[in-house]
């Protein structure tokens, strides 16, 4: 005759189960806010007093768009690659990032345009 599993030990495995991902989810919180806390705030004011001297760069610029998520229409609506911008031009390419991260909805367009005083 086979043995035919219980719905309680199915239960019990189950409980076992999720007990034991509550300890490792609850140990990775623990960890995020020990982060969050105490480390994150003594990186940040260290970094920063490192960015004093930064200037415009191109490496600055790309970081930067990338980080908006624009996509190849930059590119078409400045009539170059952001590479091939001169610094002078670096203020038009975040204005232009920012206006196509804003532009899927007309009210969300027309609150950017705005706020930039365009």
């Known amino acids: 005759m086979s043995r035919r599993r219980t719905g309680r030990s199915t239960l019990a495995s189950s ?6 991902s509550r300890v490792a989810v609850t140990g990775k919180d623990a960890a995020v806010r020990r982060w969050r ?7 940040l004011r260290s970094v920063v007093s490192t960015t004093k001297s930064l200037a415009w760069s ?3 610029l ?9 996509d190849e229409s930059l590119e078409d609506l ?12 670096y203020p038009q390419a975040v ?3 920012v ?3 804003h532009s899927w909805r007309a009210d969300d367009l027309t609150c950017i345009l705005k706020r930039l005083d365009l």
């Open 58 to 60: 191109s490496t600055l």
């Open 62 to 70: 790309r970081v930067l768009i990338e980080e908006l998520h624009v």
């Open 15 to 20: 409980r076992n189960r999720s007990s034991s």
């Open 95 to 97: 204005a232009v990032a």
């Open 99 to 101: 206006i196509l991260r």
């Open 37 to 43: 806390h105490a480390v994150r705030p003594h990186v």
């Open 78 to 89: 400045l009539g170059m690659s952001p590479q091939q911008l001169k610094k002078r031009q």
